[in-house]
């Protein structure tokens, strides 16, 4: 410090001001490199942080792309298969109609076959009737041929000789208007020429005494020239020698004048700035340090701010993270189990599908049998807003088709029961009928105390007809239509 002191003792108030200047602009290099390595650090730290995000992130959809193709791929394995059977169903229809319109086909060949045997016969008819009416028509047209034939010689002779009189008197005419044509040709031909040539030879003349006179002219003029160019050479030399003599005096000095009248104003310009700058920059300075020092402080409590609200970011992520993963697997199960039921759906179809009919293939849905008010009744009733959340997300049109398909094997399921309940019953009655016919035809004491169903008296018999009777056949089913609106209304 008395190192210091005596230094800035010995200074002059200029170089004292300089000193000062100095270090202050040190301090500030100093200051500027702290916050230019803060400022890195910062950036650095950013940067890390966000290559974490963006792997993270990566990571995350490549885990949702594996999921995704998962249940994409088991959802487009379960539309093959209904497409596949779908087209099967649609093939074998299409097998049906084909073999209709094969049969159609086959008919319709047989009757264009007997079609074309009467053409046939008709066409031969019309033919020889046309053949006789052309020999018929030919003969006619040979006959006016050969009246046309000589009436056509004895008029073409004439005309020979009538055009060999004509050309004749045209040669004539000819041969005297080319010879008067030559002359007359040959006259104007003479007077062309001669006329042409009196032209040329007076042009001639007057190019030659034009040309005469000319260059006459032009030596005059040209000697006249020379001649003032010389007088004005002679009488302006010395002036001419004196005036480059005084421009090149002129041009130096002026030269040197501006070079110095530049110096002075830079001169002036430079010690201007550098006074004022020399004021002002004193006092800017802590203005400037003040204010760095609060830029500081602001970033300080800025970078705090921002970390802590990155740390409470980072823990509502990984919190939504885990939540994520645990629904996934939940919906992974779900969707699992959805496939399962699906498959065993398509295997239980696939089952039924090999006992359809070839009725049932070709033509698997039924018309409806509802009468108008009925069918009315039905939409009104599926233009009603559901009552229940499930119903409201259902799309009851798509299975409409379903459902008839559905209905119609359950009303074949109960017909068949019913037919096998009443096949059942029918036995039973044959079984007690034949029991006691066997009863009937044995001997025993158990037998010959009760009444025998063998004996008949007075066209009556014993056998005890308790049993209801059933006719021996069972009725044709009767199929009766339930629409799948209704099944939907009361399930839904």
């Known amino acids: 410090m008395p190192k210091k002191g005596k230094k800035m003792a010995k200074m002059t108030e200029e170089e004292q001001l300089l000193y000062m200047q100095q270090k202050m602009l040190e301090e500030e290099e100093m200051q500027k490199k702290k ?16 290559h974490n995000t963006r792997l993270n992130t990566l990571k995350l959809n490549e885990k949702w792309r594996t999921v995704m193709r998962e249940a994409k791929a088991a959802e487009l394995r379960k539309d093959l298969e209904i497409v596949s059977q779908t087209f099967e169903r649609i093939v074998d229809r299409k097998d ?12 319709a ?4 076959a007997t079609a074309l045997r009467n ?23 040979e006959a006016e041929l050969a009246s046309l034939k000589e009436k056509f010689d004895a008029e073409r002779q004439q005309i020979i000789v009538q055009h060999e009189q004509e050309m004749s008197n045209l040669e004539d005419m000819m041969y005297a208007m ?9 006259e104007a031909r003479q ?15 007057e190019k030659h005494s034009l040309r005469v006179n000319l260059e006459g002219l032009v030596e005059d003029l040209w000697l006249q020239f020379h001649h003032a160019l010389k007088n004005y050479i002679d009488s302006t030399e010395d002036r001419k020698i004196a005036f480059e003599t005084l421009k090149a005096r002129d041009e130096k000095s002026a030269k040197e004048i501006e070079m110095q009248m530049k110096k002075l104003q830079q001169m002036q310009d430079t010690i201007a700035p550098l006074k004022v700058k020399m004021t002002a920059h004193a006092r800017k300075c802590e203005a400037q340090n003040k204010k760095l020092q609060d830029e500081k402080e602001a970033i300080k409590q800025h970078f705090l701010m921002q970390k802590s609200q990155m740390n409470y970011l980072r823990a509502h992520e990984h919190e939504r993270l885990i939540k994520l993963t645990v629904e996934s697997n939940a919906a992974i199960k779900t969707l699992k189990n959805v496939c399962e039921k699906g498959e065993h759906v398509l295997r239980m179809a696939e089952m039924c599908r090999k006992l359809e009919t070839e009725e049932e293939k070709v033509l698997p849905f039924y018309a409806s049998s509802l009468t108008p008010e009925e069918e009315s009744k ?54 007690q009928l034949l029991k006691q016919y066997l009863d009937g035809i044995s001997v025993n004491e158990e037998i010959l105390s009760n009444l025998n169903p063998l004996i008949v008296i007075n066209n009556k018999t014993n056998v005890n007809l308790s049993i209801p009777v059933i006719e021996s056949t069972a009725p044709k089913p009767v199929y009766n239509v339930i629409e799948a609106a209704h099944i939907i209304n009361h399930t839904v």
Request: hydrophobic fraction near 35%; charge should be negative; include cysteine.
């Open 35 to 50: 916050e230019d390595m803060l400022n890195q650090f910062l950036k650095d730290k950013l940067s890390k942080e966000e």
């Open 96 to 107: 049906g109609v084909i073999r209709a319109l094969t049969k159609d086909l086959e008919e």
């Open 109 to 112: 060949d047989e009757q264009y």
């Open 119 to 141: 053409r046939i016969q008709n066409v031969d008819k019309l033919l020889d009737l046309q053949r006789s009416r052309l020999l018929l028509i030919k003969n006619e047209f």
């Open 178 to 186: 080319d010879q008067i044509f030559s002359e007359v040709a040959n």
């Open 191 to 205: 007077e062309f020429k001669s006329t042409r040539d009196d032209l040329k030879n007076k042009s001639l003349e």
């Open 378 to 431: 039905v939409q009104h009733l599926m233009m009603l807003r559901p009552c229940e959340e499930l119903a409201e997300v259902m799309d009851c049109g798509a299975l409409e088709q379903f459902w008839k398909r559905y209905n119609k094997v359950l009303l074949d399921q109960v017909v068949l029961q019913q037919e096998k309940s009443t096949l059942l019953q029918e036995n039973s009655r044959f079984r």
